[in-house]
Nanobody, 122 residues
């Protein structure tokens, strides 16, 4: 069965960068859409980006041109490259998987990583 393990969070200054990794364990990711979600303190979990099985990507407007998600099925890894980070990007980031097509609603996803904290502060 598929398990997702996340890494790469941390504390950065505004304008800095982080790269989050979502590693698939046990099952190949090549038939899964991988979504990225952020949950800020006291707020609902919101979709940030997703990358579908064949590599098509989708981003919410406020991260477009700053965040990029990529995948390498041979390595069974998906990444979220976050550039020009803003304080508003702070939160716990989750990757999630659904077999087949997915978009940016958390209700679409079956399997979740454990989350990794991203803090953007001066």
């Amino acid at each position: 069965q598929l398990q997702l393990v996340e890494s790469g969070g941390g504390l950065v200054q505004p304008g800095g960068s982080l790269r989050l990794t979502c590693a698939g364990l046990g099952v190949s990711l090549d038939e899964y859409t991988i979504g990225w979600f952020r949950q800020a303190p006291g707020e609902e979990r919101d979709g940030i980006a997703c990358i579908r099985e064949r590599g098509a990507t989708y981003y919410v407007e406020y991260v477009r041109h700053r965040f990029t998600t990529t995948r390498d099925n041979g390595k069974n890894r998906v990444w979220l490259q976050m550039d020009n980070l803003k304080p508003e990007d702070t939160g716990v980031y989750y990757c999630a998987a659904v077999k087949g097509w997915g978009h940016l609603s958390p209700l679409e996803y079956d399997i979740w990583g454990q989350g990794t904290q991203v803090a953007v502060s001066s």
